[in-house]
C-alpha cells in the first residue's frame, strides 16, 4: 500500500479517450500534423486537390518557405502579461487578424463542408468568406451562421446570372465581395490531371479501391446527398450536379476577356464593400488604390494557377508603401503558423487570410479539425506576440521583423 501511494504521488494517468478523432488531435502539435492526418483519411485524389498545385508546385512551395526568410526581433522586459489578438476589419471587431479564405468544392473534404468553416467563423468572431464554387449554396451558409460572411466571386460571362448571385447575397446578409482575378484560365495542376479528378468525383474502379482503404470517408461520402456547385446547381445556366473537370468548367463560365472596366461594373452592381484578389505586383495594387476599391487580397490562388508567381509575404512590404493605407490590404497564401501572421502584419498587411490551413484541418476531421486549426493560429499567434514584446495588433511594427538575403 505504501508503494502505491507513493507512485500515486509522482504518477497521473491518463483518462482513456475512445473517439480515434479526438486521440489524433491530442497529438497533434501544428497545421503540418492536421495536414499529415488529413492525408491519412482522404482519398489520395482528394487530399491531392486539397493539397496541390500549379505545375511544379514551386509557387506551393515558396508561399510557405518564404515566411522562413522572415526573422523576428524581439523586445524584452515589456509586460505581456494581457495579449488581445483582435482587430478592426471595415469597421467591425474580429478576434483575430485573419479571415477564413474561400476554398471550393469543401464538400470533398467532409460531408458538412462549408457549413463546418461558417460555424467556426461564428463561434469565434471571425469573418468567413464564401466560395463561388462552394458545395453549400449562398443560403445555407447564411443559415447556419449569424457571423460576418464575404463572398468570393469570379466574373460569369453571363452578367444576369452574376447578378442573380448578387440579389441573393443581398438578401442573405453578405457584406463583401472578392473578385478573383487570377483564372483568366486555369493553371495546370498536374496532381488533378494524374488522377482524371472531377467535380463531383467520378467513381471508377481506382476510386473504390481507394474509398475501401479510406473507410471513415467513404463512409461519410455515401450517406450523404451528391456533391454539386451548390450556388449554381439549380441555375440553367450553372453545372449543376453533372461531374465535370474543373478546368473544362472555368473555361466554360469564366470570362476571360475581363478588364479594370469589369471592377467598375461590379462596384455599380455591388454597391457595396469590394475585395480585388489575386494582386501579385505593385502596379496592380497602386491601380486598385486609384479605382476606390475597399481592399486587395495579395494572392497567387495558393500557387494553383502561375507557377513561378511570387510568394504574397514577399509583395506586402512594397504595396503597402506605395498605397499609403488608401485601401485593405489582405496577405493571403502559405500561412501555416501564427508567427506567419505577426510577419506579415509587422510589413504592412492590414490581415491576412487563411485557406488551406483549415481545409486541412475539415479534411483530418470536419468541424472539429476546422476549430483545431484556427486555436492552433490563434495560440501560435498570442505566443508570438508575448515572446516579441508587443500586447495588442497595433504595436506590431516593421522594426520587429528584419528579411534576410
Same mark, same amino acid.
Given at each position: 500500500?505504501?508503494?502505491?501511494? @507513493?507512485?500515486?504521488?509522482?504518477?497521473?494517468?491518463?483518462? %482513456?479517450?475512445?473517439?480515434r478523432?479526438?486521440?489524433?488531435?491530442?497529438?497533434?502539435?501544428?497545421?503540418?500534423?492536421?495536414?499529415?492526418?488529413?492525408?491519412?483519411?482522404l482519398?489520395g485524389?482528394?487530399?491531392?486537390?486539397?493539397?496541390?498545385?500549379?505545375?511544379?508546385?514551386?509557387?506551393?512551395r515558396?508561399?510557405?518557405?518564404?515566411?522562413?526568410?522572415?526573422?523576428?526581433?524581439?523586445? &524584452?522586459?515589456?509586460?505581456?502579461?494581457?495579449?488581445?489578438?483582435?482587430?478592426?476589419l471595415?469597421?467591425?471587431k474580429? #478576434?483575430?487578424?485573419?479571415?477564413l479564405? %474561400?476554398?471550393?468544392?469543401?464538400?470533398?473534404?467532409?460531408?458538412?463542408?462549408?457549413?463546418?468553416?461558417?460555424?467556426?467563423?461564428?463561434?469565434?468572431?471571425?469573418?468567413?468568406?464564401?466560395?463561388?464554387?462552394?458545395?453549400?449554396s449562398?443560403?445555407?451558409v447564411?443559415?447556419?451562421? @449569424?457571423?460576418?460572411?464575404?463572398?468570393?466571386?469570379?466574373?460569369?460571362?453571363?452578367?444576369?446570372?452574376?447578378?442573380?448571385?448578387?440579389?441573393?447575397l443581398?438578401? #442573405?446578409?453578405?457584406?463583401?465581395?472578392?473578385?478573383?482575378v487570377?483564372?483568366?484560365?486555369?493553371?495546370?495542376?498536374?496532381?488533378?490531371?494524374?488522377r482524371?479528378?472531377?467535380? %463531383?468525383p467520378?467513381?471508377?474502379?481506382?476510386?473504390?479501391?481507394?474509398g475501401?482503404?479510406?473507410?471513415?470517408?467513404t463512409w461519410?461520402?455515401?450517406?450523404?446527398?451528391?456533391?454539386?456547385?451548390?450556388?449554381?446547381?439549380?441555375?440553367?445556366? +450553372?453545372?449543376?450536379?453533372?461531374?465535370?473537370?474543373?478546368?473544362?468548367?472555368? @473555361?466554360?463560365?469564366?470570362? %476571360?476577356?475581363?478588364?479594370?472596366?469589369?471592377?467598375?461594373?461590379?462596384q455599380?452592381?455591388? @454597391?457595396?464593400?469590394?475585395f480585388?484578389?489575386?494582386?501579385?505586383?505593385?502596379?496592380?495594387?497602386?491601380?486598385?488604390?486609384?479605382?476606390?476599391?475597399? +481592399?486587395?487580397?495579395?494572392?497567387?490562388? +495558393?500557387?494553383?494557377?502561375?507557377?513561378? #508567381?511570387?510568394?504574397?509575404?514577399?509583395?506586402?512590404?512594397?504595396?503597402?508603401?506605395?498605397?499609403q493605407?488608401?485601401?485593405t490590404?489582405?496577405?493571403?497564401?502559405?500561412?501555416?503558423?501564427?508567427?506567419?501572421?505577426?510577419?506579415? &502584419?509587422?510589413?504592412?498587411?492590414?490581415?491576412?487570410?487563411?485557406?488551406?490551413?483549415?481545409?486541412?484541418?475539415?479534411?483530418?476531421?470536419?468541424?472539429?479539425?476546422?476549430?483545431?486549426?484556427?486555436?492552433?493560429?490563434?495560440?501560435e499567434?498570442?505566443?508570438?506576440?508575448?515572446l #516579441?514584446?508587443?500586447?495588442?495588433?497595433?504595436?506590431?511594427?516593421?522594426?520587429?521583423?528584419?528579411?534576410r538575403?
Open positions: 500500500m505504501g508503494i502505491f501511494r @507513493n507512485l500515486q504521488s509522482v504518477v497521473r494517468f491518463r483518462k %482513456p479517450q475512445f473517439s478523432t479526438r486521440r489524433r488531435f491530442e497529438r497533434a502539435a501544428n497545421i503540418d500534423d492536421l495536414r499529415a492526418i488529413a492525408k491519412r483519411r482519398p485524389g482528394i487530399f491531392d486537390y486539397i493539397d496541390g498545385g500549379a505545375e511544379d508546385e514551386w509557387s506551393a515558396n508561399n510557405v518557405a518564404a515566411y522562413s526568410r522572415i526573422e523576428l526581433r524581439p523586445r &524584452i522586459l515589456r509586460d505581456v502579461s494581457a495579449i488581445d489578438t483582435s482587430t478592426t471595415l469597421g467591425q474580429t #478576434s483575430l487578424p485573419f479571415i479564405a %474561400p476554398t471550393g468544392f469543401s464538400r470533398i473534404a467532409q460531408s458538412q463542408g462549408e457549413l463546418a468553416v461558417a460555424r467556426v467563423a461564428d463561434k469565434l468572431g471571425l469573418v468567413y468568406c464564401h466560395s463561388t464554387l462552394a458545395t453549400r449562398i443560403e445555407e447564411s443559415a447556419v451562421s @449569424n457571423g460576418q460572411q464575404w463572398f468570393q466571386v469570379y466574373m460569369w460571362r453571363d452578367r444576369a446570372m452574376l447578378r442573380d448571385i448578387l440579389q441573393r443581398r438578401d #442573405s446578409g453578405y457584406t463583401a465581395l472578392a473578385l478573383t487570377d483564372t483568366a484560365v486555369l493553371g495546370r495542376r498536374e496532381r488533378d490531371v494524374r482524371g479528378f472531377t467535380l %463531383p467520378k467513381i471508377g474502379l481506382d476510386t473504390i479501391v481507394d475501401i482503404l479510406h473507410p471513415s470517408w461519410d461520402f455515401i450517406r450523404n446527398e451528391p456533391i454539386t456547385f451548390a450556388n449554381v446547381a439549380t441555375d440553367s445556366r +450553372g453545372a449543376g450536379g453533372t461531374a465535370v473537370s474543373l478546368s473544362a468548367y472555368i @473555361n466554360e463560365q469564366f470570362d %476571360p476577356s475581363i478588364t479594370w472596366d469589369a471592377v467598375e461594373w461590379l455599380a452592381e455591388w @454597391n457595396g464593400p469590394l480585388i484578389k489575386g494582386i501579385q505586383c505593385t502596379e496592380d495594387a497602386v491601380i486598385a488604390s486609384k479605382i476606390g476599391v475597399a +481592399g486587395i487580397m495579395v494572392s497567387n490562388h +495558393g500557387g494553383r494557377q502561375l507557377d513561378g #508567381s511570387p510568394a504574397p509575404i514577399d509583395l506586402i512590404e512594397p504595396i503597402a508603401q506605395l498605397v493605407g488608401q485601401l490590404i489582405i496577405c493571403e497564401g502559405g500561412i501555416r503558423r501564427g508567427s506567419d501572421i505577426l510577419k506579415a &502584419i509587422a510589413l504592412g498587411a492590414d490581415i491576412c487570410a487563411v485557406g488551406r490551413a483549415h481545409f486541412y484541418g475539415l479534411g483530418a476531421a470536419g468541424e472539429l479539425g476546422v476549430m483545431r486549426a484556427i486555436e492552433m493560429l490563434k495560440d499567434l498570442t505566443r508570438a506576440m508575448a #516579441s514584446g508587443v500586447r495588442k495588433i497595433s504595436e506590431i511594427t516593421r522594426d520587429l521583423v528584419k528579411i538575403q
